[in-house]
């Protein structure tokens, strides 16, 4: 076991020493991210990669500060509704089944064992689903 200063890993946090101990791999995991940020620091100096949030420009402002306009706000809500309005016209297994696959992030196999069902019940009707809710879309939309 190996102890490890909470202060130094978290000084917000602590503003007194607490050791604490951990596992040997929690302490070799905890001190090579410390390497890993010292390193990419030693990079980013080196590079004169300094990018600031306060400035207004730079790759972090472009990639947080993205401009939605009122019309790609709207496109979005209304696709939203014809997406929500073709899972409810598909059968209540089929739509359970896309909402947990694509909206849930479950996988084929994760659906089948709750459901007590083989994978390849699940992919048949995941792509029955998909094909029902294309057919809803083009027929309404």
Known sequence: MAKINLREQYPDSYK???MIE??????SIMLEYDRLEAAYRRR????????SLDRGDG????????????????????TMEQLHAAIASLPDKQ???????????LTSEAIAKSEGVSVTAVNN???????????F???YF
């Open 16 to 18: 007194n020493d607490y």
């Open 22 to 27: 951990v596992p040997d791999e929690v302490a």
């Open 44 to 51: 980013t100096y080196y590079h004169n990669a300094h990018y």
């Open 59 to 78: 790759i972090e402002y472009d990639a947080l500060f993205v401009s939605v306009t009122p019309y790609e706000i709207y496109e979005r809500k209304v």
């Open 95 to 105: 739509a359970k089944r896309i909402t947990a696959r694509y909206f849930l992030g």
């Open 125 to 135: 009707s995941l792509q029955r689903g998909l094909h029902n809710m294309e057919k």
């Open 137 to 139: 879309m083009k027929k």
